[in-house]
């Protein structure tokens, strides 16, 4: 693994890490917000419900250029929020924390999807047992429902993991190409297409792509099944 | 500790209309399925909110609609033995007893682990997951988790559903144990006669969503209802006798100045018995049949005589002791009987239960 990581050329690893870090960024940032919206969804009984949830699913069906450019416009500099954030110190627009947030709402649908499943399939009565032996309701949603739904929100965690992994269309609009800023994987192999004779780095950084990735569901296979483990009750 | 439930429910086509008011120790909810139950024991616990009504226990009031008062569930301290056991599946069997230590939802004076293992018999239970419990077994956990919440009353829905007869028996005995041994009131949901007869202090009857009576068990079976609403086809008897002593796998007990035989009881000598007689197990003789095969007969005066789909259901007084007797309309004719007239009522068969 360390030979062929030193085997990229700088830009190649550059362009690695910066994916790493952008994707764990972006699933540790969106899980907390993931896990309330997908409780929300399966649990909630409020108006605005279906609007919550179109919302949520909605990049998922728009093409990501729309989205990108969406967050251009909402987060860029002179963007509504990007200029209320910028004094704080907070800017998004061709940052790596831009790259972040694109591959964070991208997978958002996905993480949400899968956690929600989750969490609709929690008995509630064991909710309810929960709640005549006096746990609170923050109780019980720490205590039995979190844990029950473990499976699922450790799908939705590596599914989001992935989709950042992969993220291009959204990224690439909202920050650009910027190698050693925005230059994630999928734009850096995008680059390299574009390059003449650069076949071969090519070759490595989507051999690289697959080992990721598949080591991602690899891992999320055997997580799953320790939380399935812990949970089936026996 | 009192229970006070006065309760009005409108669930769509269902209505519920509960008056209860007792301070006995085991109390049983008893009507056949879709009487209303298991609602009735939502809305003590909380699980359900009625449209108007007063749940009371002690001085603590937990619903009171004019008042405006309704504690959530979590608050009320109610130790709920659900139908299914409801255990948590992700915790073993020592952290769902102790489920409501760890989430801050047990009273100080909730009884020591030791303690309910030993009376539940679950010491061996404490480290398996719940996937792996008997029927039996996960009842009785879940029964022990609910005691060590420290509840102030302890709902026992239909606790023996689905257990053969050997481990109905077992649980039943250790509920009987639970309750005479100075722990919490026990509301108890069933639709078995003979759990109920077992167990009760008080008898709820229940009927299409009312509780139409809520008296000591023999008073409640009295009750003009309580045929329909235990969805019988003959009315019983309850009586309360006393155990004099064993002979040769029969069981002696005195029931009120009378002797009274019954198939061997497990109890001991001056324990309290009660026995069940279906009204159609008492036969009616005019004069003492001394020459017959049934053991009991009582001589009795007819109190009271009333139409009945069966034939003519009698009320007898037996010095004091009240019974139903069940005869055809041509058996009373041959007879000729009449209220007021002196009879012997010989009982064929009863079915026992016992009260620790």
Redesign the interface.
């Known amino acids: 693994m360390t030979g062929l990581f030193s085997a990229l050329t700088q830009t190649e690893q550059d362009a690695l890490l910066l994916s790493l870090k952008v994707a764990c960024v972006a699933t540790a940032a969106s899980l907390p917000v993931g896990i309330a919206v997908a409780w929300l969804l399966a649990r909630g009984r409020f108006a605005g419900r279906g609007l919550l949830s179109a919302l949520v699913y909605l990049p998922l069906v728009l093409p990501p250029v729309v989205t990108g450019y969406a967050l251009l416009l909402a987060f860029g500099r002179h963007g509504p929020i990007g200029a209320m954030l910028e004094p704080l110190g907070i800017v998004f627009a061709f940052r790596w924390t831009g790259a972040a947030l694109a591959c964070g709402i991208m997978g958002f649908p996905l993480m949400v999807r899968a956690i929600r499943l989750s969490i609709e399939a929690v008995d509630l009565r064991l909710e309810q047992a929960a709640g005549t032996l006096g746990a609170a309701p923050l109780v019980r949603f720490a205590t039995i429902t979190l844990p029950l739904a473990a499976p699922g929100i450790i799908a939705g965690a590596v599914l989001a993991f992935a989709k950042a992994m992969g993220e291009f269309g959204a990224t690439i609009t909202f920050v650009s190409n910027i190698p050693g800023e925005t230059q994630t994987l999928p734009s850096a192999i995008y680059s390299l297409i574009q390059t003449p004779g650069a076949e071969a780095g090519v070759l490595r950084l989507v051999v690289i792509s697959v080992i990721v990735s598949v080591a991602a569901v690899l891992a999320s296979e055997w997580l799953s099944q320790v939380a399935a483990r812990r949970t089936a009750g026996r | 500790m009192s229970l006070e439930v006065r309760a009005h429910a409108r669930l769509g086509d269902f209505a519920l209309d509960a008056d209860i008011a007792t301070d006995a120790p085991r109390v049983c909810l008893f009507g056949r399925s879709g009487a209303g139950k298991t609602t009735l024991a939502n809305v003590v ?1 909380g ?1 359900i909110r009625p449209d108007a009504g007063r749940v009371a226990i002690g001085d603590e009031v937990l619903f009171d609609s004019a008042a405006g008062i309704d504690a ?9 033995v ?1 139908q ?1 056991p ?5 915790l073993n069997v020592r952290a769902n007893l102790l ?2 230590r ?5 009273e100080a004076r909730a009884p020591a682990l030791d303690d309910v293992c030993a009376l539940l018999g679950l010491q061996s239970l404490l480290d398996r ?4 419990l008997s029927g039996g077994e996960a009842r009785r956990v879940a029964i022990g ?2 005691l060590l ?1 420290g509840p102030r009353l302890v709902i026992l829905d239909e606790p023996l559903t689905g257990l053969d007869g050997a481990r109905r028996k077992e649980l039943l005995a250790y509920i009987d144990l639970l309750a005479s041994r100075g722990g919490p009131p026990i509301l108890y949901v069933s639709h078995s006669i003979e759990e109920t007869a077992r167990l009760a202090d008080v008898v709820v009857l229940m009927q299409e969503g009312r509780t139409i009576a809520c008296a000591p068990p023999a008073e409640a079976f009295d009750h003009p209802e309580a045929e329909s609403a235990a969805g019988l086809t003959a009315p019983i008897t309850i009586l309360e006798g006393r155990v004099l002593d064993h002979e040769a796998g029969a069981t002696r007990l005195s029931l009120g100045p009378m002797d009274f035989q019954t198939p061997r009881l497990e109890l001991e000598p001056g324990e309290p018995a009660r026995i069940v007689v279906d009204a159609r197990d008492v036969a009616i003789a005019l004069s003492n049949p001394i020459d017959s095969s049934v053991q009991n007969r009582l001589h009795a005066r007819i109190a009271a005589i009333e139409p009945h789909t069966g034939g003519l259901l009698l009320r007898l007084d037996a010095q004091g002791v009240r019974l139903k007797s069940l005869v055809t309309r041509q058996a009373a004719e041959r007879l000729s009987l009449a209220q007021g007239g002196t009879v012997f009522a010989l009982i064929k068969a009863v079915a026992s239960a016992r009260q620790g």
Request: charged share 25%.
């Open positions: 616990a699980l959530p569930a979590w608050r009320r301290r109610i130790g709920y659900f299914e409801r255990l948590f599946p992700h489920y409501a760890r989430s801050g939802g047990a997951k719940p996937g792996g988790r609910a919440s």
